[in-house]
């Protein structure tokens, strides 16, 4: 059973330079490359995987920019090797009531969140028809699932990335690629850190609404993604794993 999660020697693509995400599957043996486009935020991911006794490659290109993706796909295959893996986790949020969002902020969200998993799907996965296999995985929300305040564009764009995470698996899966979703919950990051102080109204909230009853650790991805990353997966396809302590399997706890 064992072999069936190890990605040894696979080119594994992590969008939107991430440290929890990369972490796992180059422990699970893939040969790491980071996409950014922020050169600082570039050098502080490098230099944690550095620090892990890690070695990633990083490329600095434009997720959105169809030219940019396929100059750089066409060299991370020639300087690295063929990609096997790619994770489309690049992404943003605009937290702006619809009556008040510019329709150019809302394009934005969708380009980034929408279009540009598209747009690397689409480059990568030319490659894995070649070779007859691969492994996509969108990393969606609980917002392809559901709606909240402010968040229109951005659940928008994660409903899309839903449906086109099983389009493409329908397409594709004739070429033994198999193109999946991640739908992380509420995760202990330093950019909820804010938030998660007792008594906070939001700590509250996602406490009580969690069953699990806690914040996810970041740790807590892991398995779902060298699972969908290894030939564990293989007859997965089209399927988006919620990880989010079981939010969305429960109405919610009545007030006391």
């Keep these: 059973m064992k072999n069936i999660f190890d990605i040894t020697g696979k080119v594994a693509l992590v969008t939107g330079a991430t440290h929890g995400l990369g972490m796992a599957m180059a422990k699970a043996g ?10 600082s935020k570039m050098e502080t991911a490098l230099q944690l995987y550095h620090e892990e006794g890690i070695e990633a490659k990083g490329y600095l290109f434009d997720v959105t920019d169809e030219l940019q993706v396929s100059e750089h796909i066409k060299l991370i295959e020639k300087e690295v090797g063929p990609i096997s893996i790619l994770v489309n986790n690049a992404g943003m949020i605009q937290r702006i009531p619809a009556l008040e969002m510019k329709p150019s902020d809302f394009r934005k969200v969708i380009d980034v969140d929408l279009v540009s998993p598209f747009i690397l799907s689409q480059a990568v996965a030319k490659g894995m028809i070649q070779k007859g296999s691969g492994k ?13 305040d402010t968040v229109s564009a951005y659940a928008a764009a994660k409903g899309g990335l839903k449906m086109l995470t099983r389009n493409l698996a329908t397409e ?35 406490l009580e609404r969690t069953p699990a009853g806690k914040w996810g650790d970041p740790d807590d991805l892991a398995g779902a993604v060298v ?3 290894s030939k564990a997966s293989d007859f997965v396809n089209g399927q988006i794993i919620y990880v989010d302590g079981g939010i969305l399997a429960t109405i919610g706890k009545p007030r006391e």
Excluded at 30 to 37: D, E, S
Excluded at 136 to 148: A, F, K, Q, T
Aim: glycine share 10%; charged share 10%.
């Design 30 to 39: 893939a040969t790491l490359v980071l996409n950014g486009h922020t050169p």
């Design 136 to 148: 996509i995985i969108n990393i969606c929300s609980m917002m392809s699932e559901l709606g909240r």
């Design 227 to 229: 699972f969908l990353a």
């Design 172 to 206: 594709w899966a004739k070429h033994n690629i198999q193109v999946n979703g991640i739908g992380p919950g509420y995760f202990a990051t330093k950019q909820t850190a804010p938030i998660r102080e007792e008594g906070h109204p939001m700590n509250n909230f996602i």
